[in-house]
DNA sequence: GATCGTTTGTGCTAAATTGCACACACAGGC
DNA sequence: GCCTGTGTGTGCAATTTAGCACAAACGATC
């Protein structure tokens, strides 16, 4: 199997396995290109030729078994394993992330929550005690994860993220809105509400000067 | 000034902006494309052309003033005015969204917070009172807004976008599942971290299995 | 079993994006 | 005022990404 297929591809894929997860529990059996793409607001021919990476999927005259696509993105995104994740800063952002039922249900089990304040350590969010992040290295010793969500105060971005890689795991989800730096071979991946208001008020003032 | 500047570019903007601001907060004054790129992991080439869609802003020699190219950068994104921001849903993600400090900082100012939930609506968030969701519609003929920040159950996030939508919004920040429609001249971003895990877990998975 | 309407997989072309590399400009020292 | 070191702005080339368009395949129908 090639290793070098683009990135851009691999981002799509969530996009499509979200959709066919949704027609597989709608009961659909066969959908086409065409359908997907009207759909997800991209072109059938883009769609085939993302899956073509990984396979022949389909049958033409067709279209793609709902159910034999889905799984085998499952296989392709490793979503026939699950995941282990641990949360880091445990604010009102922390706390509405681990209580988010879209991780659980999607194979990621956040195993472990962690925070520096003494007036939260200790405490249960849905059914985890909350740990002291002063901890947090020689927990993952024992128990392992895989990802690490950061959604500690900016400042203090880096430092948490350092810990974790150093602990050995491989990808972080980035909730802080400092940017930090990683390993090259550490997945990586920043969410910033903020940037993406920004770029959004560059196109209004845009439309609202004219147009 | 040209109309055609690519969306990637766009996107990119707040990215230096954010470093700029940080610079002009250590008191930096000047700064060249290189440093900018290797503290955001961009070659400095890009940058400059980036910046040189709207106008020549450094020196040769010198690189670039920090105050001043930090003030282009509001212009051009709009940061120069404040926005009106509403937010919908206000679950444990909303409540999140409405008392995250970022927004306001940013010249983002949250109007109003809607929700369904009759044990909601009533009750103060930072200072704001919980609104109806259903008087959303006429209280935005009264006091419109420019972003509309969407953090309601997947199901009824279409709705909702409707809603904002025909009643003048012309940008929407979507944290559902779901991926809504909205007409092309609306600002539209979805973010969903679900997707960012998963795509992850593709490189994890080729990790793990080998080299 | 031939024909028809569909839809895939993909070679090839077009478009978008990135980045090299250099002329030109500026500041500082001599 | 000339030289030197540095860093911008940009023409151009390379690379990446998207998408057209068609042969091949499949199922249905007669």
Redesign the pocket.
Known sequence: MPIDI????IDRLPLYYRLLERLEAEGRSVV???ELGTELG?????I??D??YFG?????????SVHRLADELRQILGLDTRWRVTVVGIGRLGRAIASYPGFEGQGFDIIALYDASPSLVGTEIEGRTVRDVSSLREDLEREPVDIGIVAVPGEVAQEVVDTLVNAGVQAILNYTPNRVQVRTDVELKHINPVLFLQSMTYHLKRQRDER
């Open positions: 683009p990135d851009v591809v086409s290109s065409q991209v072109t059938p021919a883009q085939r030729k899956l073509s022949r999927f389909g049958k033409q005259g067709r279209g793609y």
